[in-house]
């Protein structure tokens, strides 16, 4: 019996075989991100994958039955994958594992279009918590819909094939910047200058045009798409960065990507419903809006995951408050991982460490452990028992020093239900920014909880 605790190396307990393993699995995750860069996005691919593997679409009308394999698709940016295992569904509950596909953006304003000085300008308002300095000077990717007049929807995607545009948000030459360099990182550049140039190339046809730039460019999207100015009031378009998940480091060890948060975490869980076949009644949800709340239809908050644990329970004439209470969830989100260039913000004993496995965070919240859900003692002991008695490799933490910050999950959205949650993800270094860091270690380690943690 070892006596002293002490974290544990990924990469350095790995074999060869299981170093094969953990870089095979990390090529099907950045394949997916690359095509889910938005919750929208995720939840397409999702539902494509579980096509390919034998689910078909879920009913609330309809009779689940054991060895069922459904996908319940909410509004296009939220998705519920079920795999109806063999037990008694009220006794044992649902195992349930919950990421959100959802990352901080720039969402178009409703009237975004304007133009100055030559140029033709989108207007943003940033989705979730950015560092606004960080979102300039960088090449930008458009994606979204657009509903045209009488329900015809418009699916856009500009700026990922290498023949696109791209989009760009200017900032200040530091020949001119004294002023905005002895600002707070904070005030340097302010939401309203987060404006993205999308145009330069005055029309022609009319030499009295007045915004003959904006007026060239609402004449392409039209051609292309049938847009007018006014469709841009029933859109949902953002800007994210465009670019590829890229390997980093000579030995290819970590990945840097756009949406790590949260989409490390719901890959593995979407993969361990594909590849374990359960006894257990297993529900995998991507949900929307976490990054501003978790409200609205396809958040957490929503009813919409009472009604599915309320359909599941209906077809085996279970009681719908019993199969919640004997439920269990895992609540897969990231957590800030030890970065030694700022390691003043981390309390290292407490914080988990990129490369050291799953991230158990038994709260999260800010400060006096404000609005979280805080896993009990017993349900931190049956998730410490299902992975190391199936081998998975996983740390604990807190995000970040006490008094500097915090953070928070849908995790207490689960527990309000009376389902005993805990966060299990992935350590982030540069969360939330265009660009975030991770190892390939421990996005497998997480894959082999989620594994674990269904059968």
């Not at 990717?141 to 200017?170: Q, S, W």
Request: with cysteine; aromatic share 10%.
């Amino acid at each position: 019996m070892e006596l002293k605790y002490t974290r544990k190396n990924v990469y350095k307990e790995a074999d060869g075989k299981e170093l094969e393993k953990i870089y095979e699995f990390a090529e099907g995750y950045k394949a997916f991100l690359d095509k889910s860069k938005t919750e929208r996005g995720a939840s397409a691919e999702a539902c494509r994958l579980a096509e390919e593997n034998g689910f078909k679409p879920f009913s609330f009308n309809e009779k689940l039955k054991a060895g069922d394999k459904r996908y319940f698709l909410n509004r296009g940016k939220n998705i519920f994958l079920i795999r109806v295992g063999t037990e008694d569904v009220a006794k044992d509950g649902i195992r349930i594992m919950v990421a959100h596909v959802d990352s901080p953006r720039l969402d178009l304003k409703p009237n975004p279009m304007y133009e100055e000085a030559g140029l033709c300008y989108f207007k943003t308002h940033y989705y979730g918590g950015i560092k606004k300095y960080q979102w300039t000077a960088l090449p930008l990717a458009l994606h979204g819909v657009v509903m045209l007049r009488g329900g015809e929807k418009k699916e856009i995607c500009v700026g990922e094939d290498d023949n696109d545009p791209i989009f760009y948000i200017t900032d200040l030459l530091p020949h001119l910047a004294q002023e905005q360099s002895q600002k707070t990182l904070g005030k340097a550049i302010d939401g309203e200058s987060l404006n993205a140039v999308i145009g330069g190339l005055p029309s022609v046809d009319d030499e009295e045009e007045k915004e003959s730039v904006k007026a060239a460019v609402l004449k392409l999207l039209n051609k292309k798409y049938g847009i007018t100015e006014i469709d841009f009031q029933c859109s949902e378009l953002c800007f994210v960065p465009a670019g590829r998940a890229r390997d980093v480091g000579f030995d290819g060890a970590l990945i840097s990507a756009y949406g790590h948060d949260d989409k490390v975490c719901a890959y593995p869980e979407m993969r361990a419903v594909f590849d374990c076949d359960s006894p257990h009644t297993v529900l995998a949800v991507f949900a929307d809006k976490e990054e501003v709340g978790s409200d609205g239809t396809t958040g957490m908050q929503s009813k919409v995951i009472s009604d599915v644990i309320e359909t599941i329970a209906a077809s085996f004439k279970a009681n719908p408050i019993e199969v919640r209470y004997n439920s269990k969830c895992i609540s897969a989100d990231v957590t800030a991982g030890y970065d030694p260039m700022f390691g003043s913000a981390f309390e290292k004993r407490n914080t988990t460490f990129i490369s050291c496995g799953a991230a158990v965070s038994k709260y999260t919240g800010a400060r006096g452990k404000s609005s979280t859900n805080d896993a009990s003692a017993e349900y931190m002991g049956f998730i410490r028992d299902i992975f190391e008695d199936n081998g998975v490799i996983w740390q604990t933490g807190e995000l970040g020093a006490v008094d500097i910050g915090g953070g928070g999950t849908v995790a207490k959205f689960i527990s309000n239900l009376g389902i005993d949650t805990v966060d299990v993800g992935v350590p982030v270094l540069s969360m939330h920014a265009p660009y975030e860091l991770i190892s390939k270690a421990d996005v497998y380690s997480l894959y082999k909880a989620c594994v674990a943690f269904c059968k």
